[in-house]
Structure formats: C-alpha cells, structure tokens
C-alpha cells in the first residue's frame, strides 16, 4: 500500500525538478515524454503533500518561489540520480537500446544528424532517436538531454566532449545572380555586387565575413542590401538570386549538387571552429550512447567536408604549406 504514494511522490519531484529547469510545464513535458497537463497535476499534487507553492504562476509565466528554489537543487540531484542508475542498466545491458535525446541547432539538425539518422536506426534498431533542433543553449544535464551537437569547444565539467571536423565558410552565388553579374576574382570585388549577410539572432551582431589571402585572415562586414537573421534565409535568399553570400559548406553542399548554387573564391574560403559533440559523464558507458558518437564521427567528417570548394580549397592550402592539414 505504500509504493504508489511513493511512487507519486517522485513522479512529482521529476516533474518539478524539469519544470523548474525549463521555467514551463508544457517544455517539461516534451522533455519527460508526457502531456502538460500530467506535468501540472503532478507538481499540484506535490504542493498539496509539501504544503507549500513551489511556482509563482501567470498567464505568461512560470518562475520558482523562494520555497521551490531552495528545494529545485535537491530535486535536480534527485533526477541525476535516477537517471544514473537507468544508464549503469542499460550498461549491463550491453546493447544498443532506448530513447536517445539528441539536441542540435537547426543547421546542424537538418544538414548534419538528420541525413545520418536512418542509417543508425538500420544498424541499431532497439534505440528511438528525439531529435530537438533550437538555437536556445540547453543545459544539457537538467534537461535531460544524452547528446547535444554544436559549433565550438565548451567547458564544462559535467560534460564529456569529442571534437569533429571543422566548419569550412566560402562564398556562393546561384548561377542565373553570376550570368548577369560576372564572378569576382578576389574578396575585394564584392563592393560590386549585390550581398546578403546574417545578423546572429542571440547578439543582434551581423556575420563577419572572413576570407584567407596569402597567410593572413581578412575580415569584413559588408554594406548588403538584404540581411537576414538564420543560415537557412541566407541559402533561400542566395539561390533565388538574391546575390553573393557566405555559408557554411556542409549547410550550402545539398544546393551546390543540384546546381542552384555554385561555390565562389573558393580559394579565399576559410575553417572556424569545429563542430563539437558534448554529452553528460553520467552517459559515459551507455551503449546507445557510444553507438552514435561513433556513427556521427564516421559520418561527420564527409558531410562537413561540404563538397567540391572543400576540395578545392585543400588542395590550395596543401600547395601553399606543405603541410596537407585540414
């Protein structure tokens, strides 16, 4: 008789601990699998235990009261807890099973992981992939998230990383923009030609272009006619004709093969930062987990190659170096 009350009781605390994460209930239930209306009753039914408000709650908003952020701490480790103990069985296990969360921005999602999902499944068939593609930053170990892909090298103690390759940045323009406009011949051109440039939706900064002359690394921002604030409207915008642009080649590679966009100064192009898969310690022997490290590492380095102006641009630095280092 005293299991469902406990049992109760912990499904309320998971609910809390997620919602108190996500400052939401209906974020915290997309998190835990369930409707937001469970998540509701269950943190209800848990105030009415504890005898006390542990949100302050609006039409807009959903934020802890002083109560419930003195107590989220606990059940946050509370969460990690249990979680642990649901990887080291899925350990003993051995095989490659379960939901994996996979967190990833939208360019990332769409050009990168998506591609490579079926393959994995074909391979591994007990796991399920929840692939949730934001901009947002998520805490990785509060939301409860088993991999999460991005651009840049992130310190944090509580995660383990793997780096992949890194992204090449070049210039492409649709065909029918270089008929009637010619192709520049150097960065220096451009001041010629109609341009379209982000601006980063989380800093209001506008995208930097960056292009390698010699041994040195030249930015500049340019006077463009459209500015648009996500990767995916610059492509759009560049192969309805909308003029020259810079895109990740992994992001550009799909349009490039199908003709609507052809790779410009590609021997100006240059690398940044490379992708980066992050994933919590807790994680560390999970099968499921290590399967798709592996599927991604050995899938990542082709996609990001994004095709011929990576080529190109290899050979280019390989002449000019001695090297042959990507």
């Keep these: 008789m005293m299991e469902q009350p406990a049992l109760e009781r912990l499904t309320g605390l998971i609910a809390f601990a997620r919602a108190g994460s996500f400052g939401s209930f209906t974020a915290a239930a997309r998190s835990l699998a369930i409707s937001p209306s469970a998540v509701s009753k269950s943190v209800q039914r848990l105030e009415q235990r504890l005898g006390i408000s542990l949100f302050t709650r609006t039409t807009r908003s959903l934020s802890l009261t002083p109560e419930g952020r003195e107590l989220h701490e606990r059940a946050i480790r509370l969460l990690r807890d249990a979680e642990e103990i649901e990887q080291a069985a899925k350990a003993v296990r051995g095989e ?96 010629t030609h109609d341009t379209v440039s982000m601006r980063y939706q989380s800093s209001g900064q506008l995208f930097r272009w960056a292009f390698r002359i010699g041994e040195r690394e030249v930015e500049t921002v340019p006077a463009s006619a459209i500015v648009v604030d996500s990767s995916e409207a610059v492509v759009a915008t560049l192969v309805a004709g909308g003029g020259i642009g810079i895109s990740a080649t992994f992001i550009a590679a799909s349009y490039v093969a199908r003709g609507e966009l052809v790779p410009v100064l590609s021997e100006f192009a240059v690398e940044r930062e490379a992708i980066t898969a992050l994933w919590p310690s807790s994680r560390r022997s999970n099968p499921a987990v290590r399967a798709f490290l592996d599927h991604l590492s050995e899938s990542a380095d082709s996609i990001l190659a994004g095709g011929p102006s990576h080529a190109g641009t290899r050979r280019t630095r390989r002449r000019r170096d001695g090297t042959g280092e990507a």
Aim: aromatic share 6%; with cysteine; glycine share 6%.
């Design 96 to 191: 490659p099973s379960g939901s994996l969360r996979i967190a990833a921005s939208l360019p990332i999602g769409l050009h990168l992981l998506a591609p490579i999902l079926p393959a994995f499944r074909q391979r591994f068939p007990k796991v399920t992939i929840d692939l949730r593609l934001e901009d947002r930053l998520v805490d990785i170990v509060e939301e409860g998230i088993d991999i999460a892909v991005r651009i840049g090298e992130l310190a944090d103690s509580r995660l383990l990383a793997r780096r992949l390759a890194p992204i090449r940045f070049c210039a492409f323009a649709s065909p029918a923009y270089l008929a009637s406009r010619g192709i520049p011949e150097s960065p220096d051109a451009l001041t």
